[in-house]
């Protein structure tokens, strides 16, 4: 029997990493990571379980496209606070928000919807649809929106949410 193939982006993260757990005990899965480096400690114990590990960043399209070939199930996650460390690491990063007229929080915001927007385009890619049977968005509230608007420093939450519409 040939064994059906999951895709789990964060999975040396706490979300990527609990649905990668959940598969070592389902061995009809293969599971391939994403991960931004492999050769860190995490990415090393899930090869050493059998897991295929692979480089690559939500930023990355074509990376999201080729991890996401041939796969039959798709586990996504983004991370707004990774996308705030990376500014505020970064002064490139830090004058691109303020030439946006963003302060570092919103930028962040923007960075990981515009990631959750390439995880849907690769998704969508036909060459990823000829396999693919369940796709999984881990997503959010959209506070701003239910709170009318009272709440708007949700940026992790508004973030996700807007990058499903």
């Not at 649905?19 to 990571?33: I, K, Q």
């Not at 995490?42 to 041939?70: M, N, P, T």
Request: glycine content about 8%; hydrophobic content about 40%.
């Amino acid at each position: 029997m040939t064994k059906k193939l999951i895709t789990i982006l964060g999975i040396t993260g706490t979300q990527g990493g609990s649905v990668a757990g959940r598969f070592l005990s389902h061995a009809e899965w293969r599971v391939r990571g994403l991960t931004r480096n492999p050769g860190s400690a995490k990415a090393k114990v899930w090869l050493s379980r059998g897991f295929e590990i692979v480089r690559g960043d939500h930023d990355d399209l074509e990376a999201l496209k080729a991890a996401f070939q041939g796969a039959h199930a798709i586990f996504a996650v983004t991370d707004w606070a990774a996308c705030y460390s990376r500014i505020m690491a970064d002064k490139v990063l830090q004058e691109k928000a303020k030439t946006a007229g963003m302060s570092i929080e919103e930028y962040a915001g923007h960075l990981e919807r515009m990631q959750g927007i390439n995880i849907a385009k690769a998704t969508n890619d036909p060459r990823v649809l000829a396999t693919l049977e369940r796709f999984v968005f881990s997503t959010l509230a959209a506070v701003q929106r239910i709170s009318g608007c009272k709440n708007k420093h949700a940026y992790e939450f508004d973030s996700k949410a807007s990058a499903e519409q």
